[in-house]
């Protein structure tokens, strides 16, 4: 098999976001800073409900005091979904289904005891200000428990509203799918309020089966399809009392290879999982991991491999596909840089998480690889982004696709969409005879969620032929450049099987001059918001899945605990009938990228 090197490796996040099989038991555990006594109407509400009403569940968790956060339950009817959201307040409680993971570009629905009869559907773009509302109200109330300093709020919505205001939730049951991200956020005024640090996230796989957690089944198929694993993380760090940290750990390919007591190589990445401190888990942010030439902290060569977020489990590819390691003399350290979130200022902490990576001796019959597209090379080094909103657009050729695949196509695994912080909006096209045949985007760019996007969708075919559009677009920009106070552009396909242009990898980079394979740039000045195309907020006119915010007219499948709401007085609500749907927790990032070099 041909040897295929890549200057900038990438492992992309496969946000596999996961926690535990769905049982009773598991739910009852959320909450662990409360006494039994503070739990007694959650978990009323919990015996009545569960296995009933919803059979699946998750918990979001704060950045602040372990502990603390929001209990999501769900069940999935033919094309709608139930939501239950348990939350420790009393004035108010908002959730909702986020892009990235965080508040910009969220479709949110929220309840306010000021107005105790309805729910209100909104949505986010980029101001943290209180949530637009909706021009079409798609969510239904089914109920709400407000008693003894809890919330727990019970909405309807479909599946697909084919409101562009709405997030369509897609079956995310599949390996390679990004999981859904959820947020929630809640207070005691009775009119939504700023959320200070009650507000929460995780992500999950809605449609995933809960016969066996995600984490459970990974280990499983990854303990049998490798030969061993080895682990990059911190030992015992200790976390500072500051709001915002960021710490390096590097281990290099001969420490790694003694340690797992490998002399020859190649070996083969099969999978990844993440190491997280079950201690210090709420202050862990999220990571990211390199490799590079050494371990020199200073240095700008080196290519990301991993971006984890929390919750995720970690990813395993197909049986037959696999990344080399170490290969390229450019490419023999990995390091992982974790950044520390404390906003409590929580003193003693320690922590040693980081990523364990799963691997073989030798090869798999396929080799994954990643197109690089945009300017992954960062040729636009040093130059000025405009001030207000800018569009840099670089277009691949369809000769570079066809020179490359011949007569074969190749499967798109995931892409991998990467900005930095004044980054607002980035997509990657695939054109085919003219015609956009596929789209990924991040609507709302927020680099500090993740700093990358994994986007959600299903596997997809790149034929020969195919040209690729990637278009970035920029608010008052910094200059283009490698840290993340510069910017950069670049999509990143992961694929398989391996191409390569004579002894190259299949690149199609700005800038240096690649016969066939070069990227033409378009750069336009935007007047106004409107030049970024957004699909996400733009009205469409379409309130197919409408719902008026009040009471559900949908059966009774069980009472609360005293056979009506308890909210103080008996309410008009009535619990929505749904079917089951299947469940694990799965969350966060994670994929992968090959390690080699030009």
């Known amino acids: 098999m041909k040897t295929i090197g890549f200057k900038f490796v990438l492992l992309l996040a496969l946000q596999l976001l996961g926690s535990s099989v769905a049982t009773k038991d598991v739910a009852e555990a959320y909450f662990n800073g409360l006494e039994t006594s503070e739990k007694a109407r959650y978990t009323n509400w919990l015996n009545t409900n569960f296995g009933t009403a919803y059979s699946q569940h998750s918990f979001l968790s704060t950045a602040s005091a372990s502990g603390s956060g929001a209990a999501v339950f769900w069940k999935i009817n033919g094309d709608e979904i139930n939501f239950a959201i348990a939350a420790r307040a009393t004035g108010w409680l908002a959730f909702g289904i986020s892009e990235a993971g965080g508040m910009l570009g969220s479709d949110v629905v929220y309840y306010e005891t000021a107005n105790p009869d309805q729910v209100v559907d909104s949505y986010i773009m980029e101001n943290r200000a209180a949530p637009l509302r909706d021009e079409c109200q798609s969510w239904n109330l089914i109920s709400k428990t407000i008693s003894d300093g809890w919330i727990i709020l019970e909405v309807n919505r479909k599946l697909d509203t084919e409101d562009h205001q709405d997030h369509k939730i897609v079956n995310d049951a599949g390996g390679f799918v990004a999981p859904t991200r959820l947020i929630a956020a809640w207070g005691d005024n009775p009119s939504m309020s700023y959320h200070g640090t009650n507000a929460a996230r995780n992500s999950v796989r809605l449609f995933a089966d809960d016969s066996v957690s995600v984490k459970e089944a990974l280990v499983t198929k990854l303990t049998n399809a490798s030969v061993g694993f080895f682990d990059v993380t911190e030992n015992n760090y200790q976390i500072p009392a500051t709001d915002t940290t960021y710490m390096y750990v590097c281990k290099t390919a001969d420490e790694i290879l003694q340690e797992i007591g490998v002399t020859e190589t190649p070996l083969t990445l099969v999978g990844a999982m993440p190491v997280i401190s079950e201690e210090t888990k709420a202050y862990v942010h999220h990571f990211t991991v390199y490799s590079q030439p050494s371990c020199s902290i200073n240095t700008l060569d080196r290519s990301l491999i991993y971006a984890w977020a929390p919750g995720d489990e970690g990813w395993a590819l197909p049986d037959h596909v696999g990344f080399p390691l170490f290969e390229a003399d450019n490419r023999q350290a990995i390091s992982v840089e974790i950044h520390y979130n404390n906003p409590d200022l929580v003193p003693g902490q320690m922590d040693s998480s980081g990523l364990r990576f799963y691997y073989i001796n030798g090869e798999r019959s396929e080799r994954a690889a990643v197109l690089e597209l945009g300017d992954p090379t960062v040729s636009l080094y040093g130059q000025q982004i405009n001030n207000g909103l800018t569009q840099y657009e670089f277009s691949c050729p369809g000769a570079c696709s066809s020179g490359v695949l011949q007569q074969d196509s190749v499967t798109v695994l995931a892409e991998y969409l990467h900005m930095h912080q004044t980054g607002v909006r980035m997509t990657n096209e695939v054109i085919r005879d003219n015609e956009i045949v596929h789209t990924s ?133 009535v619990r929505a009938g749904v079917n089951t749907v299947f469940f694990t927790t799965l969350i966060g990032t994670s994929f992968l990228y090959l390690t080699g070099g030009l």
């Open 441 to 573: 985007k991040a609507d709302v760019f927020e680099f500090d969620q993740q700093g990358a996007f994994l986007v959600q969708q299903e596997p997809f075919e790149v034929k020969p032929g195919d040209a690729f559009r990637t278009s970035c677009y920029y608010r008052d920009g910094a200059d283009f450049g490698l840290s993340s106070q510069e910017e950069m552009c670049v999509a990143f396909v992961m694929y398989y099987p391996a191409k390569a242009a004579g002894n190259f990898p299949w690149m199609c980079p700005y800038g240096l001059g690649i016969p066939v394979c070069s990227q033409e740039l378009g750069r336009f000045d935007l007047e106004d918001a409107q030049g970024l195309d957004r699909v996400f907020g733009a009205s469409n006119g379409k309130c197919t899945g409408t719902g008026d915010g009040g009471p559900t007219d949908i059966p009774t499948l069980s009472p609360n605990v005293n056979g009506t709401v308890d909210d103080g007085e008996t309410s008009s609500s």
